[in-house]
């Protein structure tokens, strides 16, 4: 008899106290890894219970199935009161029109009409450090740049950056409190139609103006469903980019030999990009809910029974990507090794070319800006929390380098 066989009976799950709330994205890693080596299907007895997906093909799956396993209510737990609900909390074919809407915000054609003026953002947050000769990446860099990206995606003028920082930035926090959140969405909204109203009747064409003109069943879009189009993709586009890049800069900056390469390369740093995704998501999973009784891997799922899609379990399978724990830029991510950083099916991130762009431009002009950038502590593995919305923050990232000062050319 082997472990697989006695371990559901004889053994707790490894899952058990599982949750976002509660666990250290080091625990969580390790009960993941614990428990996908005894079964593919995990369980936690928090939040009510519910079963975890480990594996890359089930979790792919179950994302694409909305007939199976819904998004109703929500891709939290504890679910998100009704005045606080998303497009992301909602199936075909109810948030097909707001797929439509996002898509005037950013789609595959975003990043290269956007990617000079992130260039030139980029280089004016590192113009703001670069003659101290240290910088804590995460605070002073990555935060930046994806608040900057929207402002420019959106078309805020710039007048409004500071307003838009501090709402902004007090909308991130409240993520994880459901109905605080709800009253910083209405202040935040509050802003955005002051801006749209300032810009109405310009002749604008920026995604602000044509928010304006936005309809659903042929009615204009009312209060909470202007707050839906303005304010909701600001915290995902926001808290999962300045993720992504701190991973990646840590990533990168941790092997001296990864950091030449793409130093002596830029073209590769795309791979890089890839790889820092699969290897630690944003998101580390989301919530779904079974509309009928399934059975997975022997393992019985019941009708209204939760389901979590755990995409850093997946971007882990050995089944799919050998050396899982390897960060390695020369892996395969095209057709069944393209990682599920950004999920799949019809909730799939459409923010992703955007973000993808964005982690890469600001690792290439970091590289070539400050060449001989270093993390002060390389052996100091990276520090994460869970912010309350799925999704991982790393603490902070010092690095040190030569100030514009003492370099030449």
Known sequence: MTINEIAPTSM??????????????????????????RCPVGHSDQVDGFHVLLKYDD?????KDYHTYSIAP???????????????????????PWRKIYSELTNAMTPARLEESIIGEVNDV??????????DLVSEFATEIPLRAICIAMGVDKKYSGEFRTRSEALFKGVGDPVELVRLQSNFLDLMLEIMEERRGLGGDEYIDKVADFT???????????????????????????????????????????????????????LAVEESLRLRPPVFGFYRRATKDVELHGVPIQKDEDVYLC???ANRDPEVFPNPLDFDIDRDHSGRQRHLAFGHGPHLCPGAPLARMEMRVALEVLLRRLPDIELVDPTRPAKYHFTGSESLQMVDLPARFSPSSTRTG
């Open 216 to 270: 659903i069943e042929g009615q204009p879009l009312n209060r909470q469903q202007l707050s839906i189009a303005l304010v909701t993709p600001i915290p995902p586009g926001f808290e999962t980019t300045i993720s992504g890049l701190s991973s990646l800069l840590f990533q990168v900056l941790s092997r001296p030999d990864v950091r030449q390469r793409l130093t002596d390369d830029p073209e590769l740093i795309p």
């Open 311 to 313: 995409y850093t379990a």
């Open 74 to 96: 929500g891709c939290f737990r504890p679910a998100a009161p009704p005045g606080a609900l998303t497009p992301l909390d909602v199936d075909p074919p109810a948030h097909v």
């Open 59 to 63: 979790v792919k799956k179950a994302s």
């Open 126 to 135: 590192i113009d703001g450090f670069e003659r101290s000769g240290e910088v």
């Open 12 to 37: 707790p799950d490894p899952l058990a106290e599982f949750n976002t709330w509660t666990s250290s994205p080091e625990a969580a890693d390790e009960m993941i890894a614990e428990s996908a080596a």
